[in-house]
Each structure stands twice: as C-alpha cells, then as structure tokens.
C-alpha cells in the first residue's frame, strides 16, 4: 500500500502560479502510476493530470493543457503538480491518487488518495 498527503494550496489571484506537492511513503513511488484529480463545489471529480510509473507518458486535461506540468520524483517519493495561469475555474480541493495501471488514471481514477488541498484562484 501507499499512503498519500498533498501539500501547496492555497488562495491566489488569477494569473498566478502555485505548485503542489503529493510526498508519499510505503510501498516504492515507482510501481504506481500517479495522477492528480480535482472536485470543485457541487460538481463530480475530474482528472486533472496523470504521469506514468517511468514518467515517460503524461496525461492533461483539455482545460489544463499548456499551463499545468505533472512531474514526479521518485527518489524523493513526490509527484508534483505546477500550475501556471490559474484561473477562477481552477477553484477546488485537488487530490493526487495512485493506482499500479497509468489507463486507470488517465481514465480518471485511483485506488489510493490523499486528503486533498484547497486550491482557490480569485478573479
């Protein structure tokens, strides 16, 4: 198993910048496929972003691609979400999950989770 805690939220302007942070510990960073999803208030979970085990495949979101950049570190055990340009539609606590299959991810889902980061971008 593999436990996960996002760190790096906060409340920004639009047009800013934030980096998020998912350190995790248990089983080796490396057999999981890693990806970062978002719920804004009253509406479902959406990928936001997924990298595979060997970070040589990633993922994006339409509505993120070109401002947002997944990375992971396995040596460190983090995986790395940085947004550039947020926007108000942005606003959301933001999860990054786990799963051994990177199709999985990117079709949306995980079967480890953090506890989520609150992210909120203000016009």
């Known amino acids: 198993q593999v436990q996960l805690a996002e760190s790096g939220g906060g409340l920004v302007q639009a047009g800013a910048s934030l980096r998020l942070s998912c350190a995790t510990s248990g089983r080796s960073l490396n057999t999981y496929a890693m990806g970062w999803f978002r719920q804004a208030p009253g509406k479902s979970r959406e990928r936001v972003a997924a990298i595979s085990r060997d970070g040589g495949s990633t993922y994006y979101a339409d509505s993120v691609k070109g401002r947002f950049t997944i990375s992971r570190d396995d040596a460190k055990n983090t995986v790395d979400l940085q947004m550039n340009s947020l926007e108000p539609d942005d606003t959301a606590v933001y999860y990054c999950?786990?799963?051994?299959?990177?199709?999985?991810?990117?079709?949306?889902?995980?079967?480890?989770w953090g506890q989520g980061t609150q992210v909120t971008v203000s016009s």
């Open positions: 999950g786990a799963h051994l299959s990177y199709r999985v991810v990117v079709d949306g889902t995980a079967n480890y």
